[in-house]
């Protein structure tokens, strides 16, 4: 059993800057890719970047390129997501995720079995 739990979120104003961590129980067994997916009131959770465990390679939903970065710290179990130039609509719950599919770059909330709790984050304008 994996268990995940999301820090770092928080309130700030549009262009600002937060950095989420995702402390990770068992790392080496927390599978082919880890990603971040967020879900605002009222829409579907999406996926806006994974990380393939083994090799590092990121993928990224196109609304975040340029602006977010996942990293992940075997050393510390954790992974991470550095988001840059904040917009109101980056405002969500985000939610760290863990999963053995080999389709994770998808992010595809499908392809992932496991999941924290998730952590706030809202950005005002």
């Known amino acids: 059993q994996v268990h995940l739990v999301e820090s770092g979120g928080g309130s700030v104003q549009a262009g600002g800057s937060l950095r989420l961590s995702c402390a990770v129980s068992e790392y080496r067994y927390s599978g082919t890719y880890m990603a971040w997916f967020r879900q605002a009131p009222g829409k579907e959770r999406e996926g806006v970047a994974s990380?393939?465990?083994?090799?590092?390679?990121?993928y990224y939903a196109d609304s975040v390129k340029g602006r977010f970065t996942i990293s992940q710290d075997n050393a510390k179990n954790t992974l991470y997501l550095q988001m840059n130039s904040l917009k109101p609509e980056d405002t969500a719950m985000y939610y760290c995720?863990?999963?053995?599919?080999?389709?994770?770059?998808?992010?595809?909330?499908?392809?992932?079995?496991?999941w924290g709790q998730g952590t706030q984050v809202t950005v005002s304008s």
């Open positions: 990380i393939y465990t083994n090799g590092g390679s990121t």
């Open positions: 995720a863990a999963g053995s599919s080999w389709y994770g770059y998808r992010l595809r909330t499908a392809d992932f079995g496991y």
